[in-house]
């Protein structure tokens, strides 16, 4: 399996722009987290979805951030309008089940600049 | 709730030197307690996990954990560091039998010194 994917990489925009980043999970898995990590506030926890269905957004930052799972395979965040405290690497991970001691498989992450 | 407390940052350490990175955590039910690793420049993937069983769980690559239930911790060791042992690691926990989200701490940054 080639693991979670994550696109873009690298993401330079602009302040206002809109930013939407993507996440293919592994196959099979039935959970998907996305999470923020800066120097700041290291790993954060902002939404996960189960089945498709998002379980808890209480990480979300505030109302410019959205995430979508329309079906097993995608997940997006979207950041509209992005600003530059927005700035980290965003990681998507996935996991077979939710809990009961699963391990969670990490993608490679995005690296979000906002100018 | 569950939250889990990595008392050092950043840990420096020579090469071929022993190593521990300390995590305590806090729960009002059981626990499953992971150590993930975060190479430079890649995403956390795990290194070691307790279940069940045996408190001391080791990894493939020479680490060991201890879940010590009465202290509340879950430390990593390794008796010889390697420089391809700089990265960040980070003690998580979830709730035990339950599916619930995975709490991380803030992460340990390991420096090895030649």
């Known amino acids: 399996d080639a693991g979670v994917i994550q696109s873009p990489r690298h993401e330079v925009t602009e302040m206002g722009q809109e930013v939407t980043l993507r996440c293919k999970p592994i196959s099979g898995h039935n959970s998907l987290f996305w999470y923020r990590q800066t120097m700041m506030r290291g790993l954060e926890l902002l939404i996960y979805?189960?089945?498709?269905?998002?379980?808890?957004d209480s990480g979300m930052p505030e109302d410019r951030f959205s995430a979508k799972m329309p079906n097993a395979s995608f997940s997006t965040l979207k950041i509209q309008p992005s600003e530059p405290r927005d700035s980290a690497v965003y990681f998507c991970?996935?996991?077979?089940?939710?809990?009961?001691?699963?391990?969670?498989?990490f993608g490679p992450g995005t690296r979000l600049l906002v100018l | 709730a569950q939250s889990v407390t990595q008392l050092d940052s950043q840990v420096p350490v020579f090469e071929e030197a022993p190593v521990e990175l300390r995590c305590n955590y806090s729960?009002?039910?059981?626990?499953?307690l992971f150590w993930y690793v975060q190479y430079p420049n890649q995403g956390l993937q795990l290194l070691l996990k307790?279940?069940?069983?045996?408190?001391l769980v080791e990894s493939i690559n020479g680490f060991e954990a201890e879940f010590n239930k009465s202290q509340t911790s879950f430390h990593l060791r390794k008796p010889s560091v390697h420089i391809s042992d700089t990265a960040e690691y980070f003690c998580a926990v979830s709730a035990l039998n339950r599916d619930d989200k995975i709490i991380f701490g803030k992460g340990t940054r390991l420096h090895i010194l030649p």
């Open positions: 991970a996935s996991s077979n089940i939710m809990g009961f001691g699963e391990t969670q498989y």
């Open positions: 307790y279940l069940s069983g045996s408190t």
């Open positions: 729960s009002s039910v059981s626990v499953y």
């Open positions: 979805f189960n089945n498709n269905v998002p379980i808890d």
